[in-house]
T-cell receptor, first 112, second 113 residues
């Protein structure tokens, strides 16, 4: 089983739609979680951290379910500019320090 | 402007010809790392460095070397490149080993024939 798993998509949605992505992780000791955005052939950039209580940043909402070991990202009123690949990132503390594990990403295409 | 730079951005080379990809950051970050990104496999860490003269292996270190003689620079060295090292490479830096502060360079697309 992969340490971090995401549905690769692509998710093709019309502009204005609400879309949700899930990500599951296998290590119950993982401590912190993030969503990164990556545009085609560009570098990943932090979108938002994911907190146990859930957090919102404008049209984006991230949630964590530790019991089921998954995190989610909800995008409301999607825009053409939201088209990108969304990477789930899990941070686990190991003997050698923090270990970051990236999911393979979920591709979103927002269409007119 | 705070940034991570990589050079070259694109490189086509032949098997066995040593090459170096440079990485430099101007944010005074202690932590730097190298990743490769391949279709279906996501970003995988090659090497990381927690400070000057401190480096350690990531998940896929075979065939790569790094050095950290100065805080701002973290070059990636391929002593004898092979076709399976054809990939998109990213350098990243942060103030600590935490994803919420990871700053990535623009990437280096390497093709080994």
């Amino acid at each position: 089983r992969k340490e971090v798993e995401q549905d690769p998509g692509p998710f093709n949605v019309p502009e204005g739609a609400t879309v949700a992505f899930n990500c599951t992780y296998s290590n119950s000791a993982s401590q912190s979680f993030f969503w990164y955005r990556q545009d085609c052939r560009k570098e990943p950039k932090l979108l938002m951290s994911v907190y146990s209580s859930g957090n919102e940043d404008g049209r984006f909402t991230a949630q964590l379910n530790r019991a089921s070991q998954y995190i989610s990202l909800l995008i409301r009123d999607s825009k053409l500019s939201d088209s990108a690949t969304y990477l789930c990132v899990v941070n686990t503390v190991t003997g050698g320090g923090n270990k970051l594990t990236f999911g393979t990403g979920t591709q979103l295409k927002v269409e007119l | 402007e705070a940034q991570v730079t990589q050079n070259p951005r694109y490189l086509i080379t032949v098997t066995g010809k040593k090459l170096t990809v440079t990485c430099s950051q101007n944010m005074n970050h202690e932590y730097m790392s190298w990743y490769r990104q391949d279709p279906g496999l996501g970003l995988r860490q090659i090497y990381y460095s927690m400070n000057v003269e401190v480096t350690d292996k990531g998940d896929v270190p075979e065939g790569y070397k790094v050095s950290r003689k100065e805080k701002r620079n973290f070059p990636l060295i391929l002593e004898s490149p092979s076709p399976n090292q054809t990939s998109l490479y990213f350098c990243a830096s942060s103030t600590r080993q935490s994803a919420d502060e990871q700053y990535f360079g623009p990437g280096t697309r390497l093709t080994v024939t």
